[in-house]
């Protein structure tokens, strides 16, 4: 791998080291000072909402600025939405701008891979940096378990500065501002990615013409014999999975009567294994051999399901192992594949753009979905069931959709995974 890749690698882990941390305080933020629990399920598409607003113009954005900079700007967007948090602002409209600063980001962060890196080496980065990003998850939620929790939380609050009033007197506040320097870390490292060869795409002057042109390229990508395959795996992949983060905390809060310092650590059990999928997935597949795991997809909704038969720690960590598994080796190659249909289709930043819209767009549906019933009372457990058989029977449809495509559209498969081939060696 070359160097430059390897500072976006740390500065990726700073940022979703602070993300996942985040929202473990934003959760006991809300908790601590009376907020239902809807609103606490509501965090998870408050974070979604810039994603698919700003959609059609951050991909541009991205193509247009070398992405070193851009995920420079989209760090300090972070930095603006935990000092709303901390003074005054609802925690879910602070924690919107939050994602605002993470709708910037996802373009630059993967587009700059397919600019740096050589085809071949894309399945093998990808299942690195989305292994270190699930290592973040982990590591993050764990974190901000123990910042909030009853070990370092009456610390961090202890700690004062002289002549100043801050206002900061909760372990949620206070886990809140010291995770600001985590997103000034990820910055500072976002000022020595390379810049790349890659030509600049002038950003259009016009924004109707910008959400022309996302509409033009989110419907290639859904034309795409292959890449609508991936793009509809990956859209439901990351849809369910953005708002089990949630679900698994009110999980182990009804199932083992856990705290949220506790319920993290489970969180970050699901991460482990979806790490140790994402690498294996990194060795194992190519390009060409992607939509082998659309199988694996129907058997993790399955497991989804299983989840409401546990009531033992022992028994859940590792299932939960297990189930983050088989998800990081399902979505590395089709996330790899995505890009590379997407980097010939049109800009790396647009292609990553369409599919953080297409994704985000499920987490936001499914979290209202979600908050929705929970404000109406259905518990945990039905959540589980639904969302399980939700993937289950998507998955089901997805297959059958490749099946079909391979039937009807012989010549134009045989060609595009020809090219993945190719690439992919």
């Not at 951050?58 to 000092?83: E, Q, R, Y």
């Not at 409209?93 to 740096?116: D, H």
């Not at 369409?354 to 994704?359: A, G």
Request: aromatic content about 10%; proline content about 4%.
């Amino acid at each position: 791998m070359k160097k430059g890749f390897y500072t976006i690698m740390s500065a990726q882990f700073f940022s979703s080291l602070a993300d996942n941390a985040l929202f473990v305080a934003a959760v006991e933020l809300l908790r601590t000072s009376g907020a239902g629990e809807w609103q606490r399920a509501a965090l998870v598409p408050m974070f979604a909402l810039f994603y698919v607003v700003l959609a059609p113009f951050v991909g541009a954005f991205a193509d247009a600025v070398p992405k070193g900079k851009v995920m420079f700007v989209s760090n300090s967007i972070k930095v603006v939405g935990c000092l709303l948090m901390l003074f005054g602002t609802h925690p879910l409209l602070a924690y919107a701008v939050v994602g605002l600063g993470a709708a910037a980001y996802s373009p630059a962060k993967y587009g700059i891979l397919t600019e740096l890196l050589p085809p071949s080496q894309l399945v093998k980065a990808n299942g690195w940096i989305e292994g270190l990003t699930i290592g973040s998850i982990i590591l993050g939620v764990l974190l901000g378990g123990q910042l909030v929790g009853p070990h370092i939380a009456p610390w961090l609050t202890s700690i004062d500065m002289p002549f100043v009033e801050t206002g900061i007197d909760s372990p949620a506040e206070s886990a809140i501002a010291s995770l600001v320097s985590l997103y000034v870390i990820a910055a500072l490292f976002n000022l020595y990615i390379p810049r790349t060869d890659a030509t600049l795409q002038p950003f259009p002057a016009q924004p109707m013409a910008l959400v022309r042109d996302f509409s033009d390229c989110n419907a290639k990508l859904w034309n795409d014999k292959l890449g609508q395959i991936s793009l509809a795996t990956t859209t439901l992949f990351w849809g369910v999975s953005g708002n089990l983060r949630y679900i698994v905390l009110a999980w182990a809060a009804a199932a083992l009567g856990y705290s949220t310092t506790q319920a993290s650590s489970l969180v970050g059990v699901v991460a482990v294994g979806t790490a140790v999928g994402a690498v294996v997935a990194s060795m194992a597949m190519t390009l060409d051999q992607a939509t082998r795991v659309i199988a694996l997809g129907i058997a993790m909704g399955l497991l989804v399901v299983g989840m409401n038969v546990i009531d033992n720690v022992w028994v859940a960590a590792p299932f939960l192992i297990l189930l983050g598994g088989l998800g990081g080796f399902l979505v590395v190659p089709m996330n790899a594949l995505l890009q590379h249909r997407g980097h010939n289709l049109m800009g790396a930043g647009r292609s990553i753009a369409v599919q953080n819209f297409n994704e985000q767009a499920c987490i936001l549906a499914l979290g209202a979905f979600y908050t929705g019933m929970t404000r109406g009372g259905m518990s945990a457990f039905g959540a589980i069931t639904i969302f399980g058989l939700l993937v289950a029977g998507t998955m089901w449809l997805i297959g059958r959709w490749h099946q079909r495509n391979l039937r009807e559209h012989p010549d134009e498969l045989a060609r595009l995974l020809s090219m993945a081939r190719s690439d992919g060696h």
